[in-house]
């Protein structure tokens, strides 16, 4: 089964800017893997409305997924949710029941900019589980997730959850060694041109004192994963890999 494929945009200027350091990205990505969905690109776009509706469309045609980080708060500069809906071309509304809960939070310290957390593009679904019961807005195969770092993977569970497994996840085996990457390279195009549908990749560690390069070896074929990490150990001279492991 062909693995579904996902784009992420994170959208906000201090992540720009370097106020603010991006951390949703790498949850996002690790939580693909076990769905079986891979990530095939990133887009970091400042609070603009007109880029955010353009590069919504433009990785929303070309993927299964797109999950927004960002942007769907109460302030000025929180302008994803009218961006998304000009993308699809439709108008932004007030969810009667997100207000209502919104409402029933803040009580009498409600205020016009609380409610704005209501706002959604027409047509949305809204999603939720019984873990997680405030709602995450979903257009089409877009989700609009929120930028802070705990929100964001408290939503991230309802797409998990919704969405599921999709094919079979991704399987990794990490090899170390004290090798540089150019004694390597000859062994890595072995394995390579062998083991065409398994990605190896190569990383290498300065002043490590266990090892000097990683590699891993990733793909859905569990047999195969496994059989192009066993056929680049057969190739290490003596002494090596200092550590094998899984995932």
Known sequence: MTAKTAAALMIGNEILSGKIEEANLVVLARALRPLGISLRRVVMVSDDIEEIAREVRALADTHDYLVTSGGVGPTHDDVTVEAVAQAFGVSV???????????????????????????????????????VSWPTIRIKNVWLLPGIPEIFRLKLQVF????????RAF??????????????????????ERYPDVDVGSYPKWHHERYKTKLTFDGQDETRVGAARDAFVALLPPGEPQEITDG
């Open 93 to 131: 509304v007030s969810d009667a029941n997100v207000e209502a809960m919104i409402r029933q939070h803040y009580g009498t310290r409600c205020t016009p900019g609380h409610l704005r957390m209501a706002l959604i593009p027409a047509g949305a679904i809204l999603e939720a589980t019984a873990q």
């Open 171 to 192: 399987v990794t085996h990490a090899v170390y060694t004290k090798m540089d990457e150019g004694d390597l390279k000859p062994l890595l195009d072995a394995i390579v």
């Open 160 to 167: 998990v959850e919704k969405v599921g497994v999709s094919s």
